[in-house]
Each structure stands twice: as structure tokens, then as C-alpha cells.
């Protein structure tokens, strides 16, 4: 089964969507991976899901990434008497460390280590901002504010710092029983949630030693501070819309989802573009036209890929979510204003040999209209660099490792097939023939530009291009 497009879509599973004819309907309208949200659900539902995800890549010979997303740190008020409450515009209100029900002049905050960033002036927001505090004073225990946002305040809501750095590891407890979990279970990514600083990564990235590429969600301010350094440890990026909405003003959202997509593209790192894309359709059959114009844009901008959140993981229409996503970057994808878009932002290759062949086989493709670029990689290193190029022509990623074939699931324009290492340049270029025939990715008389590198199986070394003719069959 060959996708139509280039973009790729992430959905993610839920009680909508957790039984095998619902999860065959979601790949067969479009769905390329899917991500198995850890803020929800118990170790027993992911493992029933990821079951049914590996028997259908069976079933249909596709392979099929699953991410794995990480909860993190979750802060929150405490208990309010009698469950809620209301509070005034600017009047005054502590939040401290006391075990004792909220009311309309204070409420217990059980996150000592917040408090330790607190400064006059910082700014609290509640309930993904429709509280919102200034701090006056605060202490080792306490921090004194005024209303600046008031309205009903009610149990154990979230609490939001944007302009502070908080001195909170982005694995909790939790997150590292479910990362065990979920790399035992076989997951290709780990998605981390609460991203603030380079060393996030770097922790998660040695507890999971390469058993999983590693995502980085970008929700926070203080991660953008220090995004490029982010960018250069992380192996993809996520681009968590829904949260840098609340702890942002929202008009900064569409500018700095451009910017990290065009980062990421110059990186030749994946990046998934998230939350709220098709939120009506929780709901509703169709999207609003807004909705529409938000996921083009995201493919307009070459993301790797969109992803749906609440529409397929407990909405009433997971399928036909996915279907109008699919249809939609279909769409824009036949657009020249797209290709032109994608022609007038190529990144500048490094100054490597596997960037040089790269670059080349694009433009070589490109000259002789050839049916695909076919890149053999072991590591997937030499496809996302072909998948940077953001070419014209299909590419068909040829790798011995499953696991491989799966991360590279989620990159823009990637087919990948399992198959044997080539033994010479007459097998590299036989096999790979046979594989675009059977793929029907080209037909006999078509070329192929395929490269690959020289000694055959060595990670990361792109040294070859060939131009290939498809023999009849």
C-alpha cells in the first residue's frame, strides 16, 4: 500500500479506537503511525493496542511507527472546599504549602520546588490560563499574588509557569516506569513532554540507548530559549500547539510553529505538527473550514507530519478524521504553489560526501524524471537526509532492520520496505529494481536514481548514486 502524499499522519489511540477493525480503518484511511498517549490508560490498554498495530503491519506488509508519549510533570493546585470556588479581579490570593482546602483567598500549591522559581512579577496561569496570577511576593512556601484573571477555581486544575524556568526534571517516577514499559512493549519513539533545557534530553536519551528515537515536544517557552541546541540532541521534534497556546499569547503560536518546522527541516529531523488540528470533528463529521486551512498549513509549511489527538483517541468520528486529513494534504500536495514552497526552501547540504550525493540525487531525479529515489540505509540517516531534500520524485528506503523501517514511519515522503543488504552494486541495483516494480512505485522502462553506501551495511556512509533502468518483471 502506497500513500498518495508525502506528509504523513500520527493518530493517536484511545477508548474510540481501540478495537482491531476500528485500528485497521484508521490506517487503511490514511493513518501511517500512531501514538499511544501515557497521560491516559493503563499498561495492559497500550499493550492491547501495540498487539493489534504489529498484527495489522503484518497483515498488510507496511511497516508502522508507534509513539509512545510520555505524561511528565504534572502541576496542580490541591482540594478547593466543597470543590470550587470563585475569585475577583484584583484582589489579593496566596497560594502555600498548607494541607488545607482552597477558598476564594488562597489555595494549596503541593509543588515546593515551584516555589523555589517564583519572583515578584512572575506570572501563574490556572486552568490552561482562564486563572491567571501575578506574583507579588513569595517565599520558600508561599507565594503572595494578585487576580489578574479571575473566575472559577476549582480542584486540582494545572498550573502553568511561562516565564520561569522550573527547577522540575521533565521524567517523573512515573514517566520512567512507563518508558521501561513501553521500550520492553517495542515502541519506535518516546515523545517527552515538559521540555525545558538541552539536558532533558540528553537524560532520556541515555536511559533509553538508542532502543528508540527520542521526540521532543515542544510546550514551553524555556525550551525555545535554548531551541537550537534542542534541535541538534533530539532525534525529532514535536510541535505541541496546544500548550504553547496557553503559556504564550496565542498570536506568537502560527510564527513560531513556522519557525520550528523550518528548523527542523534544516536539521533533516521529522517534525510533527499537533494538537487541535481537527478538534471539532471530536464532535461533529466535518471539520470547520478553519480546521481545514490549519492542517494545509502545516503541510504547506513541510512538516513531516500532522498529527489528531482527542479526535481518534475518544471522539465519535476517528475514521472520517482521518480520511479528511488524508484528503486535505492530498490536495495541497497537487498544489505548484506546495512544490514551489517546497523547491524555494531546500537546506544548504553539509559539507559531507552523503550530503553531496543527497543533494545530487535530487536534482538527478529531478533532470530524468525518474520514478523514485531509492536510498539503502541501515540507520535511517541516508533517508532523512533524502527526505530533507523534500524531492519531487517518491523515495523508497530499502533497510535490513525492521526497527529502522518503522522510525522512519513518521518522515515526509519516506516508503520503506524491509529487505536483505545488498552483496554488490548488481544486487543493489536488482533488488532495488524489484522492489519499486513490486511497490508499484515504477514500471519496467522507468529509471531509478538509487544510491547507497560502499562497504555495503556501514552506518551513515551515503558514498554511491547509480542510475537505474526497471527490466520488465
Known sequence: MRRQRNTKILATLGPASSEPPVIRALFDAGADAFRLNFSHGSHSDHRARLKIIRALEQETGRPISVVADLQGPKIRIGEIANGETMIEDGKAFRLDL???????????????????????????????????????????????????????????????????????????????????????????????????RPDDIAEAKKLIAGQAGVIAKIEKPAAIDRIDEIVDLTDALMVARGDLGVELPVE??????????????????????????????????????????????????????????????????????????????ERVETDPLYRGIMDAEHADPEATAADAITAAARQVAETISAAAIVTYTTSGSTALRAARERPTSPILVLTPRMGTA????????????????????????????????????????????????????????????????????
Request: hydrophobic share 45%.
Open 252 to 329: 506568537e503560536v502560527p510564527g513560531l510553529q513556522k519557525r520550528l518546522v523550518q528548523l527542523s527541516r534544516q536539521a533533516g529531523k521529522p517534525v510533527i505538527v499537533a494538537t487541535q488540528m481537527l478538534e471539532s470533528m471530536v464532535a461533529a463529521p466535518v471539520p470547520t473550514r478553519a480546521e481545514v486551512s490549519d492542517v494545509a498549513t502545516a503541510v504547506y509549511d513541510g512538516a513531516d507530519a500532522v498529527m489528531l489527538s482527542a479526535e481518534t483517541a475518544a471522539g465519535e468520528h476517528p475514521v472520517e478524521a482521518v480520511t479528511v486529513m488524508n484528503r486535505v494534504a
Open 406 to 473: 518503522r522510525r522512519l514511519a513518521i518522515g515526509w515522503g519516506l516508503h520503506c520496505v524491509e529487505t536483505e543488504d545488498a552483496n554488490d552494486f548488481a544486487d543493489m541495483i536488482d533488488r532495488a529494481c524489484g522492489v519499486a516494480r513490486d511497490e508499484n512505485i515504477a514500471a519496467p522502462g522507468q529509471r531509478l536514481v538509487v544510491t547507497a553506501g560502499v562497504p555495503f551495511g556501514t552506518p551513515g556512509a551515503t558514498n554511491v548514486l547509480r542510475i537505474a533502468w526497471v527490466p520488465a518483471g
Open 98 to 196: 498548607e494541607d488545607l482546602p482552597g477558598c476564594d483567598t488562597r489555595a494549596p500549591l503541593p509543588h515546593p520546588e515551584v516555589f523555589e522559581a517564583l519572583r515578584a512579577g512572575t506570572e501563574l496561569l490556572i486552568d490552561d490560563g482562564r486563572v491567571r496570577l501575578a506574583v507579588e511576593t513569595a517565599g520558600a512556601d508561599f507565594a503572595d499574588c494578585r487576580i489578574v484573571t479571575g473566575g472559577r477555581l476549582s480542584n486540582r486544575k494545572g498550573v502553568n509557569v511561562p516565564n520561569a524556568v522550573l527547577p522540575v526534571a521533565a521524567l517523573t517516577d512515573k514517566d520512567r516506569t512507563d518508558l521501561r514499559f513501553a521500550l520492553d512493549a517495542g515502541v519506535d519513539w518516546i515523545a517527552m513532554s515538559f521540555i525545558q
